[in-house]
């Protein structure tokens, strides 16, 4: 149940790509990666998830390394409605979901 | 088809007062959670089920206590509140996918 690794925070500009990088380095071989986002003074929202392969939605990319010990949550075009704390989470048989700390990202006009 | 409900939605008690918090979700989901959020901090689990009749602890559990008696309601208790406890509690369910959040439940303890 180890928490995954991530940057405090990180900035980008508007209309261009971000990519929120999150270290699991313990992670299984059952374990998927989610990603989720919290808007200020929202509840998380989902964002993607994967387990081996890399994932695409209407709202990001996610990559995931091939050994799997790091993913990639990637916005195609960031606006200022994306900057939001960021939370990768790995979630595995025990049904224990825990959140690490998140990446706040900030996005400039 | 109203998703993960939480009730009440903002509560001030006293020091030493008790109180339950009600999470109800209507997608038929085996996994709850109930986790706090303190100003500027993550997530914290504090206790999670995986199926009716069923509870574990999580990160902090204490000072609080759970029930499933039901699959569709998760409470969260607490018996003797603490200006430590003052939080936004969110409850989580999910059948193993993605995880769907209610809208949270402001807890104030004077």
């Known amino acids: 149940d180890a928490k995954t690794t991530q940057p405090n925070s990180m900035e980008s500009n508007e209309e261009e790509p971000v990519h929120l990088p999150c270290n699991h380095s313990?992670?299984?071989?059952?374990?998927?990666i989610h990603w989720y986002r919290q808007l200020p003074s929202q509840g998380p929202e989902y964002v993607i998830h994967g387990l081996t392969s890399n994932v695409n939605n209407r709202m990001a990319s996610l990559a995931i390394a091939e050994d799997r010990k790091s993913s990639t949550l990637i916005l195609h075009r960031a606006t200022l409605r994306d900057a939001a704390v960021y939370y990768c989470?790995?979630?595995?048989?025990?049904?224990?979901?825990?959140f690490g700390q998140g990446t706040t990202l900030q996005v400039k006009p | 088809n109203a998703g993960v409900t939480q009730t009440p939605k903002f509560r001030v008690l006293k020091t030493g007062q008790s109180m339950t918090l009600l999470c109800a979700q209507d997608?038929?989901?085996?996994?709850m959670y109930w986790y706090r959020q303190d100003p500027g901090m993550g997530l914290r689990l504090i206790h999670y089920?995986?199926?009716?009749?069923?509870?574990a602890k999580g990160e902090v559990p204490d000072g609080y206590n759970v029930s499933r008696l039901k699959k569709q309601n998760f409470l969260l208790g607490l018996e003797s509140a603490a200006p430590s406890q003052t939080s936004v509690y969110f409850c989580?369910?999910?059948?193993?996918?993605?995880?769907?959040f209610g809208e949270g439940s402001r807890l104030t303890v004077l």
């Open positions: 089920s995986v199926g009716e009749g069923t509870t």
């Open positions: 989580a369910s999910t059948l193993g996918g993605e995880l769907f």
């Open positions: 997608m038929n989901h085996e996994y």
């Open positions: 313990t992670i299984s071989g059952t374990d998927y």
């Open positions: 989470i790995r979630t595995g048989n025990t049904g224990k979901l825990i």
